[in-house]
């Protein structure tokens, strides 16, 4: 036996014989297809319980709304009794397990958040739907936010870098390239159409720290972390771009491990199909990057989807571990999606798979997990064990419960604003608008002193001031009794005079 088979093998079915997944090929992906109501949800809740018992921590999506029972002991059922006894389990014990709830909405779970520049702009055009030329404007923003040292790190700051980028779009444009007002409206809008649809909720801090979903509780078990994405998955790109957003921050901050004993993470992506048939090309290559290389971080990425079409071929090929419930075979694109499925299975000649997967009953599958050496096992048709935990949701005062006892609640609950971008820009705006309405003072005033000047200078006189009508008359009477006096002191002189001649 080889060292990677040395921990506990998880159980999945019995066929002729017990199906196990190895935790030595567990981060060797995988993936599980079927039509709706033909037991996908119980198969993924089995596996996340056998990596819980071997200490691997889960992180899965509730899309139902039915994960939450988990978190709760399975109760009586001849069922399950039944079954039991035709897979042969020994140690079957009806239990529950470790469980954080998680909500993007803050609702059903813990909030869980990141930041704008932890998301980047190749996810936020993804999210948004942004064009070639709107994409490009967002880099910019991104680009001018990450020399001048502005944090983005919700809606506000990134509404307000936007803002400032068309306010300054004829600079911005010399130095980084061309922006329109435009384009920067365009992206604007997109953002109201997130912010309606809730979106705004998630970005923010704290943002989520991968180490609270890479825990075990005191027992050793794995932690088994759930989001709720029964409202979520109405949203199927904020849905899609979140999970994808945070499978590559694992890829980014975990360090390389090889192939370990068993997981550091098992990541379960329920409905792909949301991401593959929305996801821009330069998406799928970011996807397929990180599905190639993530399984050396210790990282089990496991798909969950209808039809396994879904699932293009550059990243189907890398998933290993593969469980088929039944499919239906009614329209031309069902019966291309059975022989599809028929196909990767690793043949079996005492059955006949493509015929067996239309037949296949509720909680039956075809089982074909990776053996020693990572060589794929021949497929088999296979009961799936039964859960431990409960089958159905939690009821609210069990959802109460869990996320009492979590110990997520004080860290997360509660959202922090620091000084980011917003503030920066707005003290710059306010300082810019004292400035000018300082000049506008300064002119106002000046201008005030000008006029006074000028009409100083009209006041002045100019040559001889104007008599007034007063003044006039006086020089004249003045002038009148001068004349006549001067005419009597000279008659007067001169009559003197004649007394001499």
Request: aromatic fraction near 6%.
């Amino acid at each position: 036996m080889s060292e990677k088979s040395e921990v506990r093998k998880l159980l999945v079915g019995k066929g002729e014989e017990q199906k196990f997944l190895l935790p030595g090929y567990a981060n060797r992906h995988g993936l599980i297809t079927g039509a709706t109501g033909t037991g996908k949800t119980v198969t993924l809740q089995i596996l996340a319980e056998g990596f819980s018992k071997i200490g691997v921590p889960v992180f899965m999506a509730d899309v139902k709304g039915d994960l939450s029972g988990l978190s709760q002991a399975a109760g009586p059922h001849r069922k399950i009794t039944e079954r039991i006894e035709k897979i042969g389990i020994e140690d079957y014990r009806s239990q529950a397990y470790p469980v954080v709830l998680w909500d993007v909405f803050g609702k059903s779970g813990h909030p869980i958040r990141a930041t704008v520049s932890d998301m980047g702009p190749l996810l936020l055009t993804s999210m948004m739907e942004l064009n070639e030329t709107q994409e490009g404007v967002l880099n910019v923003a991104f680009k001018m936010a990450d020399e001048e040292g502005l944090l983005l790190l919700d809606f506000k700051d990134l509404r307000e870098i936007l803002r400032y980028l068309s306010e300054n779009a004829k600079q911005i444009s010399a130095q980084y390239g061309r922006v329109t007002p435009a384009s920067v409206g365009a992206i604007q809008r997109r953002l109201l159409v997130l912010e309606r649809q809730g979106a705004e909720q998630f970005f923010g801090e704290p943002a989520l720290e991968l180490t609270d979903i890479l825990r075990q509780d005191l027992s050793g078990k794995g932690v088994i972390n759930i989001l709720a994405a029964d409202q979520l998955i109405s949203r199927p790109r904020l849905y899609s771009t979140f999970l994808l957003w945070l499978l590559s921050e694992l890829f980014e901050e975990l360090p390389e491990i090889g192939d370990p004993e068993k997981p550091r993470l098992v990541f379960f992506f329920d409905e792909a199909h949301v991401l593959f048939n929305t996801a821009p090309k330069a998406l799928l290559e970011k996807v397929n990057q990180v599905v190639r290389l993530i399984r050396s971080k210790g990282v089990g990425v496991y798909f969950i989807t209808q039809n396994p079409l879904d699932v293009p071929d550059t990243v189907s090929s890398q998933l290993g571990n593969r469980i088929q419930h039944a499919l239906r075979a009614y329209t031309p694109r069902e019966q291309k999606a059975v022989k599809a499925a028929a196909s990767t299975f690793r043949p079996n000649p005492k059955l006949d798979v493509q015929k067996v997967i239309t037949t296949l009953g509720v909680g039956e599958g075809l089982v074909s997990m990776l053996e020693d050496g990572g060589i794929p096992g021949i497929v088999d048709a296979c009961l799936i064990v039964p859960p431990e935990s409960r089958i159905g949701p939690a009821t609210d005062e069990e959802r109460a419960a869990v996320l009492s006892r979590s110990g997520m609640g004080a860290k997360y609950n509660r959202v922090a604003d620091r000084e980011s971008a917003f503030e920066i820009l707005r003290k710059r705006v306010e300082e810019k608008t004292r400035a000018s309405e300082q000049q506008a003072r300064e002119a106002a005033s000046e201008k005030e002193r000008v006029k006074q000047r000028k009409a100083n200078t009209k006041a002045k006189p100019r040559g001889r001031p104007r008599k007034s009508e007063l003044e006039k008359f006086r020089d004249k009477t003045l002038s009148t009794m001068g004349s006549s006096l001067g005419r009597a002191l000279t008659r007067t002189i001169l009559g003197s005079l004649k007394k001499y001649f």
